[in-house]
C-alpha cells in the first residue's frame, strides 16, 4: 500500500516544505502555505507502473465514441444549465451565497429522481437526517429511494457508494467533508482539494454523476478554492439578491453543454419554480412614463433575456467627487460609458450622481447592455421620456461608434414576441441576411449622435 505523507505548498510559487511557515523563502508571501497529500510509491510499483502503463497511439478518427446518456432532473431550467441534464460519470460543483437556495433546488431534483425510480445517496455534513426530511416534506420530495447520510470522512462515504451502488450522489457541502490522509480542519483549502479529487477518481470508473455544493466567500469565489474548478466537469453558480424573489442559476464551466447558460427561477415557500418565460417577468412592474429607463436585449447562452435598465442622474451634493454606483451592471463599464459622452457627445456629467440598475436584481456583463445604459442615462439627465416600444441593442466603442453584436435576429424575435414595435441596432447589421423585418421597425445608427436623434 501507497504510505501517505503531508506537505506544504506555495499557492503563490510552488514552493516545497515539510512543515508550516508563516511566509514563504521564496517569492516572500504571507500565509500561502497549504497542507496537500503526497503519495510515496515503492520502487516495486513504480517499475510495474511503467511497465504495464504503455499506450497505444491511434488517429482521433479511429477512437471509438461513447453514447452521451444524460439523466433529467424533472426540472426544465436545471436540465437547460447541464446542457440536458447529468452525464453519467459528471462531477457537478454548485456554488453560491450561503441561503441563496442551493440545497433546496438539489433535493427537489433528487426527490424527482427517487420517485422515478432512482437511487439517490444524499450526504450532508451540514444537516442532520432529521432536518433534511423536514425540508423534503415542505418541497415535496419524500421518496424511499431518496437515501440520507451525515457522514463526512470521505473514505466512510466510498465505503457507502459500493454498498449502496445510488445511480446519483449528492455531498453538501463540499466544506464540512474531510479525508483521514491530512490532519489540517475540514473546509480548509488542502481538505477541499483532496476531498474532491478523490471523489472525481470515485465516480469516474463507476459512471456515477455527482453535484457537489460549495459555498461562496466574501469575494466571490466558491469557498477554499478556485482551484476546484479545474478538478470538476461543469460549474454553476446560483446568483440573487435577498430581497428578490429571483434567482439565476448559471454555468460557468460545462464540458457537455453550452456556457454561459442560464436558469431563472422564483424562491416561493414550495421552494424554487421555473419561470419560463424571463423576460415578461422582469418587465412585468416597469414603470410607465418616467425618464430613466430603456430596454435592452442580452443572450445568456441560448437565451433571449429582455432587462429593463434603469438610471438616475441627480445633481451632486458633494463637491469633486460625485457618486457612481451601479447594481447588476459592470462598474467600470458604466464610467467608461459616461466618459466617451461627455467626450463625444458633449453631456456636462462632471458634477452629476449617477446610479444604475438592472431591475429584478439579476446581473448582466455582456456589451449588448451598452446602447440601453446609455439611452437610460440620457433620458435621466434630460428628463426626457424614452419612447416604452423601443429596444436597444448595441455596444458603444470609444469613439462613440454603435458595434454589433452576436446572434441579432434571436434577439429581435424576443422583442417582436414581447410587442416592441421598434429597435435600434447597429449600422453594420444591414450586412445580415434574413433580419426579421415584419411587426418591428428597425433603425440602424451608426454613432451616439444617430441614436439621440431617434430618441430625442
Not at 514563504?24 to 510515496?40: G, I
Not at 441560448?302 to 454606483?325: D, K, Y
Request: include cysteine; aromatic fraction near 6%; charged fraction near 25%.
Amino acid at each position: 500500500m501507497a504510505k501517505t505523507t503531508t506537505i506544504y505548498i506555495c499557492q503563490k510559487c510552488g514552493h516545497q516544505i515539510p512543515k508550516w511557515m508563516g511566509k514563504c523563502p521564496e517569492c516572500l508571501a504571507w500565509n500561502s502555505f497549504v497542507e496537500e497529500a503526497l503519495r510515496r510509491e515503492p520502487p516495486s510499483a513504480r517499475n510495474t507502473r511503467r511497465s504495464e502503463g504503455s499506450s497505444s497511439l491511434s488517429p482521433i478518427t479511429e477512437v471509438q465514441s461513447t453514447a452521451e446518456n444524460r439523466l433529467t432532473t424533472g426540472i426544465a431550467e436545471f436540465d437547460r444549465v447541464l446542457g440536458g441534464g447529468m452525464v453519467e460519470g459528471s462531477l457537478i460543483l454548485i456554488g453560491g451565497e450561503p441561503g441563496i437556495g442551493k440545497s433546496t433546488l438539489v433535493l427537489q431534483s433528487m426527490g424527482h429522481l427517487a420517485r422515478l425510480g432512482k437511487n439517490v445517496l444524499y450526504v450532508s455534513g451540514e444537516e442532520s437526517g432529521s432536518q433534511i426530511k423536514l425540508r423534503a416534506e415542505r418541497l415535496d420530495a419524500l421518496s424511499e429511494n431518496l437515501l440520507v447520510s451525515s457522514e463526512i470522512c470521505v473514505e466512510e462515504i466510498l465505503q457507502l457508494l459500493d454498498k449502496v451502488k445510488p445511480d446519483v450522489l449528492v455531498l453538501d457541502s463540499v466544506q464540512t467533508f474531510y479525508t483521514s490522509d491530512l490532519q489540517s480542519a475540514p473546509g480548509s483549502i488542502g481538505q477541499v482539494r483532496e476531498v474532491a479529487f478523490k471523489i472525481f477518481q470515485a465516480i469516474k470508473h463507476r459512471g456515477l454523476p455527482t453535484l457537489l455544493i460549495g459555498h461562496i466567500n466574501k469575494d466571490g469565489a466558491i469557498a477554499g478554492p478556485k482551484s476546484l474548478e479545474h478538478i470538476v466537469d461543469t460549474v454553476i453558480y446560483f446568483e440573487g439578491e435577498q430581497g428578490h424573489a429571483y434567482r439565476a442559476l448559471r454555468a460557468i464551466k460545462n464540458r457537455f453543454g453550452p456556457t454561459p447558460e442560464i436558469g431563472v427561477f422564483q424562491m416561493e415557500l414550495e421552494g424554487l419554480v421555473p419561470v419560463e418565460n424571463p423576460s415578461e417577468w422582469f418587465l412585468s412592474e416597469r414603470p410607465e412614463n418616467s425618464s430613466g429607463s430603456a430596454i435592452a436585449a442580452t443572450l445568456e447562452g441560448t437565451r433571449t433575456l429582455l432587462v429593463e435598465v434603469q438610471a438616475l442622474v441627480s445633481t451632486s451634493s458633494s463637491i469633486g467627487m460625485p457618486r457612481r454606483m451601479s447594481t447588476g451592471f459592470d462598474h467600470n463599464r458604466m464610467s467608461l460609458l459616461i466618459a466617451i459622452m461627455e467626450k463625444r457627445m458633449e453631456f456636462n456629467l462632471q458634477g452629476e450622481d449617477i446610479f444604475v440598475n438592472l431591475a429584478g436584481g439579476i446581473k448582466i456583463t455582456e456589451p449588448a447592455l451598452d446602447l440601453a445604459v446609455v439611452a437610460a442615462i440620457a433620458g435621466s439627465f434630460r428628463d426626457r421620456v424614452v419612447d416604452p416600444s423601443i429596444v436597444f441593442i448595441g455596444e458603444v466603442g470609444l469613439t462613440g461608434e454603435v458595434r454589433t453584436v452576436m446572434q441579432l435576429d434571436a434577439r429581435i424575435i424576443e422583442a417582436k414576441r414581447l410587442g416592441f414595435k421598434r429597435c435600434i441596432v447597429p449600422h453594420s447589421a444591414k450586412r445580415i441576411k434574413n433580419l426579421p423585418s415584419t411587426g418591428i421597425e428597425l433603425h440602424f445608427v451608426k454613432n451616439l449622435m444617430d441614436v439621440f436623434e431617434q430618441l430625442f
